[in-house]
């Protein structure tokens, strides 16, 4: 049974990020990203400035007149969800641990997909995988992906993102959107980040809470690291501290994007005290440009 304050916290969330979902992201949604292919729908008869090359010749010769075949574009997806639940995903200094946010952006990205009409899956991940739920479509059903979000209880600590994309890779044979949600505190993926862009039209998520980038002045502070437990005394009073500490940020958020240009794979970040929904559209919006110059 789903504790109350859950319902509550799932509820909000529908209602919410449904909106969002209708209002910022409904029509880019289905611009940028592409179905299978074109599907064979109907034959019918010649009109000036038909495509000769669509005549079916077959057709036409039994009719006696000239008739072309008639595509449609196949839209129906899967969108997969890859949910980072490392044990730094419960951290928060806003007011909500960083998970919650994950689980509002999966939500918003889950019902851009359905109102398309796409199937929806998830896998949930630590330094091993915690949950595998197959793609489906419905409310219903994205709700139940926010549920495992949510509700999940896992058994690992660290972050393993090779292992989430290699699964995604035996999964999904055919070509699907693939969103990876996560804070990307993990090293030795980049193989595997390749393999996954080449195969799916993969998207890393970053998710980043304020406290991530910069220190406070609290002074004499024990920082814990939440995926290995060690606990290690920081002078926050001291500005070089601070300084090294954002600069050490910079550089692996840098490295990253990098990494990212490198494979051509399209990403954005996104800020558990900021409008998430806003650098999801704006990210739609730039493919969109990009698709139309080609």
């Given at each position: 049974?789903i504790?109350k ?6 509820r ?9 979902a209708?209002?910022?992201?409904a029509?880019?949604y ?5 179905g299978?292919?074109?599907?064979f729908?109907?034959v019918r008869?010649y ?9 079916d010749?077959?057709?036409s010769?039994?009719?006696?007149d000239?008739y ?5 574009e196949?839209r129906?997806?899967?969108v997969?969800?890859?949910v980072d ?8 200094s ?5 998970i919650?946010a ?6 918003l ?6 109102k398309?009409?796409d199937r ?6 630590t330094?091993?995988?915690e949950?595998?739920?197959?793609p489906?479509?419905g409310r219903?059903?994205?709700m ?8 999940a ?8 993102l090779?292992t989430?994309l290699?699964?995604l890779?035996s999964?999904?044979?055919?070509r699907?959107?693939?969103?990876c949600?996560s804070d990307?505190i ?7 980040l390749?393999v996954?862009s ?19 002045d609290v002074?004499l502070a024990?920082?814990?690291d939440?995926?290995t437990?060690?606990?290690v005394?920081?002078?926050?009073s ?9 600069r050490?940020?910079?550089t692996?958020?840098a490295?990253?994007?990098q ?5 051509r794979?399209?990403h954005?970040?996104?800020?558990t005290?900021?409008?998430y929904a806003?650098?999801i559209?704006?990210l739609?919006?730039?493919?969109q440009k ?5």
């Amino acid at each position: 049974m789903i504790p109350k304050d859950l319902v509550k916290k799932l509820r909000k969330i529908e209602i919410f990020t449904s909106r969002l979902a209708n209002e910022q992201l409904a029509g880019s949604y289905h611009s940028v990203f592409k179905g299978r292919g074109m599907a064979f729908a109907e034959v019918r008869q010649y009109q000036p400035g038909d495509d000769v090359r669509f005549i079916d010749w077959n057709v036409s010769a039994r009719m006696n007149d000239a008739y072309v075949k008639v595509f449609t574009e196949e839209r129906e997806m899967t969108v997969m969800l890859l949910v980072d639940l490392s044990a730094s995903e419960r951290f928060g200094s806003v007011g909500r641990p960083k998970i919650e946010a994950v689980a509002e952006v999966a939500a918003l990205l889950a019902f851009s997909a359905i109102k398309n009409n796409d199937r929806v899956g998830l896998i949930l991940f630590t330094d091993r995988i915690e949950r595998f739920v197959p793609p489906k479509k419905g409310r219903g059903h994205v709700m139940r992906v926010v549920t495992e979000i949510l509700n999940a209880k896992p058994e690992g600590e660290g972050t393993n993102l090779r292992t989430a994309l290699d699964l995604l890779g035996s999964l999904s044979k055919r070509r699907s959107v693939a969103f990876c949600i996560s804070d990307f505190i993990d090293e030795g993926y980049e193989k595997a980040l390749r393999v996954a862009s080449k195969r799916h039209d993969l998207i890393p998520v970053q998710v980043v809470d304020p406290r991530e980038e910069e220190l406070p002045d609290v002074g004499l502070a024990l920082v814990e690291d939440l995926e290995t437990g060690e606990l290690v005394e920081v002078d926050t009073s001291d500005a070089r501290v601070r300084d090294a500490f954002a600069r050490s940020v910079h550089t692996q958020r840098a490295r990253r994007e990098q990494l990212f240009r490198r494979l051509r794979v399209d990403h954005v970040t996104v800020k558990t005290d900021g409008d998430y929904a806003r650098p999801i559209a704006d990210l739609f919006r730039r493919r969109q440009k990009r698709m139309a110059a080609r």
